[in-house]
């Protein structure tokens, strides 16, 4: 096959790849903070934990910058272009908003009250379904409609959570843990909207696929 024809062929094995592989980080940080919370580390063991992060989201960055270079590179693609830049953006919000979450553990003290643990087990969920849906693109079925599904119930169940968890938090009568509390309650549920807008592309992207 000549150069040429390879530029003009849609590459589709090397976008589902690098897209699962985006989601798969994203797994991988997400777990990671729900690790963190769950063994409510000192802080000098928080601070190697926030090391691993780091180191997450920087190769996370690193696919991410594929993604572009391919969607640059290739003269055709499997999916619409900007439906491959906006999943891929939101898979990789994702991954930054675990990475601020542990940087504010650090920076604020963070204590790692119910709520936390309760919204991280919910992420992690919601981030396992993401997973299966994005690694089912390329081969589209039931299993991926299905998951698609579950994640967008933990988005839901996300915000639950943070509306609940707030309105316990304004009975408190300190101003400073308020502040510090509704930061990282924030990025929590900002994590779980990245992940609802991707599970909405990944369904998008099958149904044009139907088209």
């Known amino acids: 096959m000549s150069k040429l024809a390879q530029w003009l062929r849609p590459n589709e094995s090397r976008f589902f790849a690098l897209l699962e592989a985006q989601a798969r980080q994203a797994q991988r940080g997400v777990h990671l903070l729900g690790e963190i919370v769950e063994k409510e580390p000192g802080e000098a063991e928080l601070r190697r934990y926030a090391e691993r992060m780091h180191a997450l989201e920087r190769e996370g960055d690193a696919i991410r910058r594929n993604v572009i270079e391919e969607l640059i590179r290739s003269f055709m693609t499997p999916m619409d272009r900007e439906d491959i830049y906006d999943l891929s953006r939101s898979l990789d919000d994702i991954l930054d908003y675990a990475h601020t979450t542990v940087q ?58 943070y509306r609940e968890s707030n309105a316990k938090l304004f009975l408190s009568q300190d101003v400073h843990h308020i502040f510090r509390m509704r930061e990282v309650y924030r990025h929590l549920s900002n994590a779980a909207d990245r992940l609802d807008r991707a599970a909405d592309m990944v369904g998008s992207i099958l149904i044009k696929g139907l088209g």
């Open 104 to 161: 504010e553990f650090l920076v604020y003290a963070i204590p790692f009250e119910p709520a936390i643990g309760e919204m991280a087990e919910v992420l992690k969920e919601g981030v396992d379904a993401l997973v299966e849906a994005v690694a089912g693109l390329g081969k589209p079925g039931p299993a991926v409609h299905s998951a698609i599904v579950r994640a967008k119930k933990m988005e839901n169940r996300m915000e639950e959570l």
